[in-house]
């Protein structure tokens, strides 16, 4: 499983040019508060999304000759599921070490140092993508599902703008809201959002393993 990830990584030679152009694009766009606290959370994403995307184009390809490999396909599955944590912590490193040389060198561009909410921000939010990408790539495939990629690249593009607005113009409902969560005891609120996050990753996870272990290659 271990090599099934690291063969996804060694191919985004071709990729290391887009990742940066977005890290670029999210550290500009995401500037100014309140848009700057999600600067890590959705570059880190889009980031992993790019990366998952591409992998998944070459693995169309080679399907076959995965399978006819001494790997089961419940390897492959798991394989996938983990990648998608390795290239957030990949990702989550770029944006800082962006960050950091940004503000060593003083350009005029506003960063923030990196915080223990961006990377649990950055978990939740990796995890909500895998969950809902991984079964509709083992159902569909990579052809079949490009569109929804195409939906995910401007959802996550447009998201400053977005973001913006829905605060804007709902701004007493989010704080109304906030200020909700902000009651429930922290012992009981983390733990938990992470048994909800965890479940459905496990469901996410048990779907894909039943699609694909029943799929015809």
Not at 110 to 126: E, H, N, Q, Y
Request: proline share 5%.
């Amino acid at each position: 499983m271990f090599n099934l990830i690291v063969k996804d990584i060694l191919i985004q030679k071709k990729t290391l040019p887009l990742v940066l152009l977005f890290i670029l694009f999210f550290i500009f766009a995401f500037q100014k508060p309140p848009l700057s606290t999600l600067l890590y959370v959705i570059g880190t994403v889009a980031i992993v999304d790019i990366i998952i995307v591409t992998a998944a184009m070459y693995d169309e390809r080679s399907a076959i000759l995965l399978i006819s490999l001494p790997v089961r396909r419940r390897q492959i599955v798991l394989a996938k599921y983990c990648s998608g944590f390795v290239y957030a912590a990949l990702g989550l490193l770029a944006m800082a070490l962006a960050s950091g040389i940004i503000a060593v060198f003083g350009l005029p561009v506003a960063v923030r140092p990196i915080s223990i909410w961006d990377i649990a921000g950055t978990l939740v939010g990796v995890a909500l993508f895998c969950g809902c990408y991984f079964p509709l790539y083992f159902r569909f495939g990579n052809t079949r599902i490009r569109y929804i990629n195409v939906a995910i690249f401007g959802l996550l593009g447009s998201a400053p703008s977005l973001v913006a607005d829905l605060l804007t113009m709902h701004q007493y409902r989010v704080l109304r809201q906030l200020s909700a969560i902000g009651q429930i005891p922290s012992w009981l609120l983390w733990p938990g959002m992470a048994a909800v996050l965890l479940a459905l990753l496990l469901l996410s996870l048990t779907i894909s393993l039943r699609i694909y272990e029943h799929k015809d290659l």
